[in-house]
């Protein structure tokens, strides 16, 4: 899929404040809606800053594990390029409450609620632990929150940080980057190694935040960013819990402070002890509350009072003064948001109103780079001109070599591998192909080949049915990537089995190239029908005289077997045998074995249903036709190898 067949896909606007959802060290989220499944979705955009923490990672992550419904899953992930950097684009179901940090801000919820949140949380750290993933980054932005009636649903997500912890061992190697502070444990901030139960204090810190409504290890919101930093992490060392864990009900307690032990060996180790600490939530400690009719209703009061809510925000926005680039966005944009609970809370607060408008402005000034007033407006020029020199020196070089390369793998595609060099050949076009994807200097056939690499597992690439299709749909009108993603849409791979879907390519790449094998899935769709497709034994018989006309013998077994069984057609045996001997001649067993039986008056009911076109005793293996492309390509390999031998 291309960048511009995504944004055609999925409707949404970067620019677009209200299109925002959220935004962090690992990327920004926006709401998008889906035009072909007709629903609205969330887009996570990361910039691909490093080989492993990126969104490909994280999905691969989620992929691996069982289905839980406390972890959120991804529908799939993009990669485009954008000279020089490369962005993910990650699509995720959308949850209209959106994460746990908005749920308590707008919602007053009830013991029992937060008993559920906080036993679903547990369970999806337990699900992952029990995969040997260390999530590591354990917040309340990164738990998004279904609401199922008067139930609620918590959903782990944000694995950009998620540690695969060795199966032997009971401790990995930590990492600060992206790192939250205020949900940090102690060896996370002392940088020492890690176990799964570092999650397990964040969790802690999350249920205190449930129960009380601040942080258990807090600092003055009017110091600095750096500053209120290193007054936490001193206080999350010495591991001192606020006084105010006493308003936490029982059992709620007791699990609160098993988690913030600062000695990882003495704080609890498994998701289950806590699970069987948290039991049934206790009736006499409910909250009295007025009801509404699912059981939640709307926050009267603040967690924090104006003038701390002002004070706040009024440091994000002095803070974005020495800030530049998303920085300085996402501080003003944290500004915005307590300004906004200022107002709801004091609508006539004239200076929370001001201050929004402030930040809006400033949000949508581009920021300007000026030039210093070192160079003359001729010396200026000519730099310039020298920096676009060099651009396009780079570029053509660039270019030059990727058409060798690429060469050389269509010509070894299109070739006669020898079956001992097979598996190095593969593994080094693979390398190449995989240098080169997403860029200019791939065309609709190499797009097509490095598909085929995804959907076998070929030369080192993973089984992958999302990764070939992508690649197929980049093929363009390329008869064979056509081809292949009917194949795809035939079987289920990567999607749901869909006849209608799987005709519609496969006559796109026999209206390209007659490619004989598109006819015979066609004949075959036809003539079993399901799967959206209707059975038209007219239109399946005219789609298997097309294939015999390029001499397939899958498809002169089943023309075969329609005049002996008059399907759709008055009974013929003398058509019959004559296209039975057709496809016997070519090794075919099944109308081997079918002509035998006419001969001698003997049924062939065993053959009332059509044999899958790809199955070795209805269709023997045949070369593949070649295009005009593939033919050429042949003879570039076979020129390229005998120079090689003769060398």
């Given at each position: 899929?291309?960048?511009?067949?995504f944004?055609?896909?999925?409707?949404?606007?970067?620019?677009?404040?209200?299109?925002?959802?959220?935004?962090?060290?690992?990327?920004?989220?926006?709401?998008?809606?889906?035009?072909?499944?007709?629903?609205?979705?969330?887009?996570?955009?990361?910039?691909?800053?490093?080989?492993?923490?990126?969104?490909?990672?994280?999905?691969?992550?989620?992929?691996?594990?069982?289905?839980?419904?406390?972890?959120?899953?991804?529908?799939?992930?993009?990669?485009?390029?954008?000279?020089?950097?490369?962005?993910?684009?990650?699509?995720?179901?959308?949850y209209?409450?959106?994460?746990?940090?908005?749920?308590?801000?707008?919602?007053?919820?009830?013991?029992?609620?937060?008993?559920?949140?906080?036993?679903?949380?547990?369970?999806?750290?337990?699900?992952?632990?029990?995969?040997?993933?260390?999530?590591?980054?354990?917040?309340?932005?990164?738990?998004?929150?279904?609401?199922?009636?008067?139930?609620w649903?918590?959903?782990?997500?944000?694995f950009?940080?998620?540690k695969?912890?060795?199966?032997?061992?009971?401790?990995v190697?930590?990492?600060?980057?992206?790192?939250?502070?205020?949900?940090?444990?102690?060896?996370?901030?002392?940088?020492?190694?890690?176990?799964?139960?570092?999650?397990?204090?964040?969790?802690?810190?999350?249920?205190?935040?449930?129960?009380?409504?601040?942080?258990p290890?807090?600092?003055?919101?009017?110091?600095?960013?750096?500053?209120?930093?290193?007054?936490?992490?001193k206080?999350?060392?010495?591991?001192?819990?606020?006084?105010?864990?006493?308003?936490v009900?029982?059992?709620?307690?007791?699990?609160i402070?098993?988690?913030?032990?600062?000695?990882?060996?003495?704080?609890?180790?498994?998701?289950?002890?806590?699970?069987?600490?948290?039991?049934?939530?206790?009736?006499?400690?409910?909250?009295?509350?007025?009801?509404?009719?699912?059981?939640?209703?709307?926050?009267?009061?603040?967690?924090?009072?104006?003038?701390?809510?002002?004070?706040?925000?009024?440091?994000?926005?002095?803070?974005?003064?020495?800030?530049?680039?998303?920085?300085?966005?996402?501080?003003?944009?944290?500004?915005?948001?307590?300004?906004?609970?200022?107002?709801?809370?004091?609508?006539?607060?004239?200076?929370a109103?001001?201050?929004?408008?402030?930040?809006?402005?400033?949000?949508?000034?581009?920021?300007?780079?000026?030039?210093?007033?070192?160079?003359?407006?001729?010396?200026?020029i000519?730099?310039?001109?020298?920096?676009?020199?060099?651009?396009?020196?780079?570029?053509?070089?660039?270019?030059?070599?990727?058409?060798?390369?690429?060469?050389?793998?269509?010509?070894?595609?299109?070739?006669?591998?020898?079956?001992?060099?097979s598996?190095?050949?593969?593994?080094?076009?693979?390398?190449?192909?995989?240098?080169?994807?997403?860029?200019?200097?791939?065309?609709?056939?190499?797009?097509?080949?490095?598909?085929?690499f995804?959907?076998?597992?070929?030369?080192g690439?993973?089984?992958?049915?999302?990764?070939?299709?992508?690649?197929?749909e980049?093929?363009?009108?390329?008869?064979?990537?056509?081809?292949?993603l009917?194949?795809?849409?035939?079987?289920?791979?990567?999607?749901?089995?869909?006849?209608?879907?799987?005709?519609?390519?496969?006559?796109?790449?026999?209206?390209?190239?007659?490619?004989?094998?598109?006819?015979?899935?066609l004949?075959?769709?036809?003539?079993?029908?399901?799967?959206?497709?209707?059975?038209?034994?007219?239109?399946?018989?005219?789609?298997?005289?097309?294939?015999?006309?390029?001499?397939?013998?899958?498809?002169?077994?089943?023309?075969?077997?329609?005049?002996?069984?008059?399907?759709?057609?008055?009974?013929?045996?003398?058509?019959?045998?004559?296209?039975?001997?057709?496809?016997?001649?070519?090794?075919?067993?099944?109308?081997?074995?079918?002509?035998?039986?006419?001969?001698?008056?003997?049924?062939?009911?065993a053959?009332?249903?059509?044999?899958?076109?790809?199955?070795?005793?209805?269709?023997?293996?045949?070369?593949?036709?070649?295009?005009?492309?593939?033919?050429?390509?042949?003879k570039?390999?076979?020129?390229?190898?005998?120079?090689?031998?003769?060398?």
């Amino acid at each position: 899929m291309t960048y511009e067949e995504f944004l055609k896909r999925y409707e949404f606007d970067t620019q677009d404040q209200k299109a925002m959802l959220g935004a962090g060290g690992f990327g920004s989220v926006y709401k998008a809606f889906d035009s072909v499944q007709k629903r609205f979705v969330a887009i996570k955009v990361a910039e691909v800053k490093h080989e492993k923490f990126n969104l490909l990672y994280e999905k691969q992550i989620v992929d691996e594990l069982d289905s839980h419904e406390n972890v959120a899953r991804y529908g799939n992930c993009y990669r485009f390029q954008f000279m020089p950097v490369r962005y993910d684009f990650a699509v995720l179901t959308f949850y209209q409450e959106g994460n746990l940090a908005d749920v308590l801000k707008k919602y007053a919820l009830t013991i029992p609620q937060k008993h559920q949140i906080l036993e679903g949380i547990l369970k999806g750290v337990a699900h992952l632990h029990k995969h040997h993933i260390i999530h590591r980054d354990m917040k309340p932005q990164n738990v998004l929150m279904d609401r199922q009636g008067d139930r609620w649903v918590p959903k782990l997500t944000d694995f950009g940080l998620s540690k695969l912890a060795d199966t032997n061992t009971s401790s990995v190697e930590n990492s600060s980057i992206g790192l939250s502070i205020a949900y940090a444990a102690p060896e996370q901030i002392q940088n020492r190694e890690i176990r799964h139960n570092v999650d397990l204090w964040a969790v802690g810190i999350i249920a205190y935040q449930m129960f009380v409504g601040d942080l258990p290890f807090d600092a003055s919101r009017s110091m600095s960013q750096e500053s209120w930093n290193l007054e936490v992490s001193k206080l999350i060392v010495k591991g001192k819990v606020s006084d105010k864990i006493s308003q936490v009900p029982e059992p709620f307690r007791t699990i609160i402070k098993k988690c913030l032990v600062p000695d990882n060996a003495k704080r609890v180790q498994r998701s289950e002890e806590l699970l069987e600490i948290l039991g049934t939530p206790s009736t006499q400690a409910q909250e009295r509350i007025p009801a509404s009719d699912e059981n939640t209703i709307r926050m009267d009061e603040p967690f924090a009072n104006t003038k701390e809510l002002t004070a706040r925000a009024d440091h994000l926005v002095q803070l974005a003064e020495s800030k530049t680039g998303f920085e300085k966005e996402q501080s003003l944009r944290d500004a915005i948001g307590l300004y906004e609970e200022i107002l709801r809370l004091d609508p006539s607060h004239m200076h929370a109103r001001y201050q929004i408008g402030q930040c809006n402005s400033r949000l949508k000034q581009k920021t300007t780079f000026k030039i210093p007033r070192i160079l003359s407006k001729k010396g200026m020029i000519a730099a310039a001109a020298v920096m676009v020199g060099m651009g396009l020196v780079y570029f053509f070089l660039w270019r030059s070599t990727a058409r060798k390369e690429l060469a050389w793998a269509k010509s070894a595609n299109y070739s006669n591998i020898l079956p001992a060099d097979s598996a190095n050949t593969y593994q080094q076009m693979f390398q190449i192909l995989d240098k080169y994807a997403g860029t200019l200097a791939m065309d609709d056939t190499t797009n097509n080949i490095l598909g085929i690499f995804y959907q076998n597992g070929r030369g080192g690439a993973t089984l992958d049915f999302d990764k070939a299709m992508d690649f197929y749909e980049r093929g363009g009108d390329f008869e064979w990537a056509k081809y292949n993603l009917g194949y795809l849409h035939f079987w289920g791979k990567g999607t749901l089995k869909n006849f209608e879907t799987a005709a519609e390519y496969f006559k796109e790449a026999y209206d390209k190239k007659q490619l004989t094998g598109a006819a015979d899935y066609l004949g075959y769709i036809y003539e079993e029908g399901g799967y959206g497709i209707t059975k038209d034994y007219n239109l399946a018989k005219n789609w298997f005289e097309k294939a015999v006309a390029g001499n397939s013998s899958y498809s002169q077994f089943e023309l075969g077997k329609m005049y002996q069984m008059g399907l759709g057609m008055p009974v013929n045996e003398a058509r019959a045998k004559y296209y039975y001997g057709l496809a016997a001649n070519q090794g075919n067993r099944n109308a081997q074995q079918a002509l035998n039986n006419l001969n001698r008056g003997r049924s062939n009911q065993a053959f009332a249903h059509a044999a899958m076109p790809s199955q070795p005793t209805a269709k023997p293996k045949q070369q593949r036709p070649k295009s005009n492309a593939g033919t050429f390509w042949e003879k570039v390999g076979t020129e390229l190898f005998k120079q090689a031998a003769r060398r």
